[in-house]
């Protein structure tokens, strides 16, 4: 069939659609009722958590619901025509040429065995019927298009030889090599970090504009979609709750969810103080437990018994907006501009003694070169010249993307790893020689960590309760399995779950109590320095901040140290007293959160704090893309480790940049950075991120 | 990589050197001694008329010393035994000891002396090994295409009826040893019991005239075992790739079913199954012994069995070092292939 580039109706229409995932004993409804449209040109986001059934209405669309998944009802229209009974031979047709897709995982999106540019090709040659060469011009073109350097070295590498930021230029540049009329977009940026997917977003932006291609934008992170896109679908337990143009959702929202998604958020321009957090409570209902009528009844609270749990909700369009609809019965009722109300007034701490001191730390691994083994060895600098003092009660964030060497720092400081070179003294003590397996008990239980991914840190044949007291007795606490016992139910009572949970196996936990649970162990000991490393970055946007707050309330208890490993600066304002920087090994800049958070920055914190996307119309930021990739570890730059990609570079007189690596100069009251800049030259700098004056 | 294969050569050299030795430390000790004589000399010897059997041969001096006359590192022994006659290391029978040279172990080339077989050990070993090489060539020709399609059509389209038919197939084959396969087929190809009679239920003349009546069933009942085996992998590492995201990718792309399996999912899904394909080799090396003997096709695997129940030492000695090679080298071959097969995979 040949392709209609004249149609000029809506490109995507989809009205009630339904889908149903059939396992063996029963159908469990994915997605009920959705309807959005698309237009030409348009972005449309889609946004919730995870398992809000927004990926499946991506594959819906693409008609790609595997074995088990069957649309049920509604209908879904691609230019006018009907997708859902189309034949396999059609689909073909559409997809790669009219619809494209681009991926979360590029790693896991591109053939690990097949050379990118026969990947790329692959879609004019099977669409177009274009010959080889042909088809290697337009993938030449297209790659320099998303902005790679070297395309026909780029053609010709696997992608386990490119960068993450880089492989999924190359899925965005496999979806545009035939020119969609639609993009989808699932996640694209989720599995990168903050500079490399400013610097994607420019790009799709860029792209959407130059071709009008129409996108669906599928995330969950709602500053993203402010970015993005012009029109936004926010989606609930496989319902669409609430759609319509982003200023419409953003500022004058009727949905109680969308409200409650949006307060669950921190902002970068606030601190704790300014603008509380507020956690959704309860939990995400799984698909088979669903409850009558509106979804977010339970967690809702203008939940009104009887009227809202009576029967299915219908979206319903909201008066004096175009297109904008929602699926709440009150929403004409509610007042929605109450302000927030603070759950508690938060006293400020007060910092005690210096329980963690670092001085000059070095952390260097050595690889070996060739694919046989064989080559010069190399070394990889992975921490250096670190160092810092943490106090008692005091909440340290340590920042940086991947690779900057900030998870090697917490592998130290555990014993996971020794140091090269350096001390670093805990309570008086210098550990930095000493593994984990030669520490002292009370040594081990005065570290712990949280970690990352609750799924994988929990033995999944271990009841809860037990994994905590197994923690206790590696720990020596409490004399007899009672005393044990009650500690543990103690432990459960300060992480806020209920006691019954102690019987619980860990699958049966949804992944905020999980997380809840690690950090129970983590406190079996009365630890004093808790390092967490992105404690909360693999859980949902609503069960963030009660994570959050658990962990802020627990310091005020028990006057931990927490060292909270983050690339998130918003969740970073939000929570932590002091603010570490790190780039490529070197903290580049230290200093009072509000410092660091204001100018004069580190070039890179400027760019880093200027990639985060902000789920606030009123809020203007500066917008710095950070040119390529972060250098290897293995091959460092010269001189400052930031001057490759730094703009201020020009502003440094002479080849100071690429010949020495900058002192650590304090500028006021404990906010130190590391930059060859002049004074007067920091002092120009302005703030990346304001609030408008008219919010 | 040249580091990387000389590093293996060490490796291979060890360990041969320390499987010979155990070895030869095994047939050396003095029941097994005795025995050789016995069966070398005659069965009524008495213990003084093997003791002195012994030492006119040289077995009764330390066990190194003689270790490193079959290596060649020490010269061989000369001795005038007890009875007159001068017996020399490299002089095996019929020669004349003056025109022996002095060393004559392995290092010169040497590999001793079959006391069963009455020839050169090397020139045994060859024969037999190329018998059973030929044989296994053959069964590995027909194994790895039909198992790789076998596996590939059963796991491109998981639980499907093509994919339960061929899984049955080769679960019913892996899990019939070759003594029971080897049984039936001749019963059913080469007997009277079911009157075919295709084939010959004997391979002795393939040793001399292989031809497709007397060297089929011995091939299908090595074949079959492996291709059961090779298979299943195939089929669970093309499951595991074609649910990969890139798989996905590729449909979405709008790549057809056919190429998605042949361009995409094949070179991921051969990764694991080679290294096993390859594994199989030293397997089907001393494994063979089985269908050798119930074909009565006399190869390694028969020699070996000849060599151990006569404590043939010198031919054991051979036999060990050859099996230490083929080892050792076919893993180099898995290791080196992996790494093309698989572009991230680097050694270290």
Partial sequence: MARDDNYDGPILEIENLSISFMTRLFEIPAVMDFSCTVMPGEAMGLVGESGCGKSTVALAVMMDLGKNGHVVGGSMRFKGRELTTMSNEELRELRGSEIAMIYQEPMASLNPAMKIGRQLMEVPMIHEGKSKEEAYQMAL??????????????????????????????????????????????????????????????????????????????????????????????????????????????????????????????????????????????????????????????????????????????????????????????????DWAEPIQASQDVEDVVLGEVVLKVDDLKKYYSVSGSAFGGGEGKTVKANETLSFEARESETLAIVGESGCGKSTLAKVLMGLETASDGSVVLNGVDVEDVAIEDRTVETVSQVQMVFQNPFDTLNPSMSVGNQIIRALEIFKIGNSHADREKRMLELLDLVKLPRTFATRMPRQLSGGQKQRVGIARAFAGDAQIVVADEPVSALDVSVQAAVTDLLMEIQRETKMTLLFISHDLSIVRYLSDRVMVMYLGHVVEMGPTEKVFAPPYHPYTEALLSAVPIADTSIEKQRIVLEGDIPSAMNPPSGCPFQTRCRWKTDVPGVLCDKEVPPMRTLSNGHQIKCHLAQDVLDRMEPVIKVSEDA | MGMFILKRLGVMALTALGLTLIVFYMTNLYPNLEKLAKTQGNFRMSETEVSTWLNNRGYTRPLLVK??????????????????????????????????????????????????????????????????????????????????????????????????????????????????????????????????????????????????????????????????????????????????????????????????????????????????????????????????????????????????????????????????????????????????????????
């Fill in chain 1, 141 to 334: 073109e297209v790659v320099s298009d998303v902005k790679l350097p070297d395309p026909a070295r780029i053609l010709d590498s696997y992608p386990h030889q490119i960068s993450g930021g880089q492989q999924q230029r190359i899925v965005i540049a496999m979806a545009l090599m035939s020119k969609p009329s639609l993009l989808i977009l699932d996640e694209p940026t989720t599995a990168l970090d903050v500079t490399v997917e400013a610097g994607i977003v420019d790009l799709v932006k860029g792209l959407g504009e130059k071709y009008g291609t129409s996108m669906l934008f599928i995330s969950h992170n709602l500053g993203l979609v402010l970015d993005t896109c012009d029109r936004l679908c926010v989606m609930y337990s496989g319902e669409a709750v609430e759609t319509g143009s982003i200023e419409d959702v953003f500022d004058k929202m009727r949905h109680p969810y969308t409200q409650a998604l949006f307060r669950s958020i921190p902002l970068p321009g606030a601190d704790k103080n300014a603008r509380p957090l507020v956690a959704i409570p309860g939990n995400f209902p799984l698909p088979h437990e669903r409850p009558n009528g509106c979804n977010f009844g339970p967690r809702c609270d203008y939940f009104e018994e009887g009227r809202c749990d009576a029967g299915d909700i219908k979206m319903g369009p909201i008066e004096g907006d175009q297109r904008h609809d929602s699926r709440c019965l009150k929403f004409t009722e509610i």
């Fill in chain 2, 67 to 348: 270790y490193g006359e079959w290596l060649g590192v020490l010269p061989g022994y000369v001795i005038e035994g007890t009875d007159g006659e001068v017996r020399a290391r490299c002089a095996p029978q019929g020669q004349s000891v003056e025109d022996a040279p002095e060393y004559c172990g392995v290092f010169q080339g040497g590999w001793g002396y079959s006391s069963v077989f009455k020839e050169p050990a090397s020139d045994i070993m060859w024969k037999r090994l190329s018998l059973t090489g030929f044989l296994m060539l053959c069964a590995l020709l027909l194994t790895i295409p039909v198992a790789l399609l076998i596996g590939i059509l059963a796991g491109m389209r998981e639980g499907s009826k093509t994919d339960r038919t061929l899984s049955t197939f080769s679960i019913v084959t892996s899990a019939t040893p070759e003594y029971v396969s080897g049984v039936v087929l001749i019963a059913i190809f080469a007997s009277s019991a079911v009157g075919l009679k295709w084939f010959k239920g004997s391979a002795t003349k393939a040793m001399e005239s292989p031809d497709f009546e007397n060297f089929t069933l011995p091939v299908l009942t090595i074949a079959l075992f492996s291709i059961g085996y090779i298979a299943r992998m195939t089929r669970a590492s093309m499951t595991e790739v074609m649910t990969a995201q890139y798989i996905r990718t590729a449909r979405l792309k709008g790549v057809s079913f056919g190429n998605i399996v042949l361009k995409h999912a094949l070179r991921n899904a051969l990764i694991a199954p080679f290294t096993v394909i390859i594994l199989q080799i030293p397997y089907l090396l001393t494994g063979v012994v089985i269908t050798e003997t119930l074909f009565n096709y006399k190869g390694f695997g028969w020699l070996l069995v000849q060599a151990a129940g006569n404590n043939d030492i010198d031919m054991l000695l051979g036999v060990s070092v050859v099996s230490v090679i083929i080892v050792l080298a076919t893993q180099l071959i898995s290791d080196i292939g992996y790494v093309y097969l698989n572009p991230r995979i680097r050694i270290s």
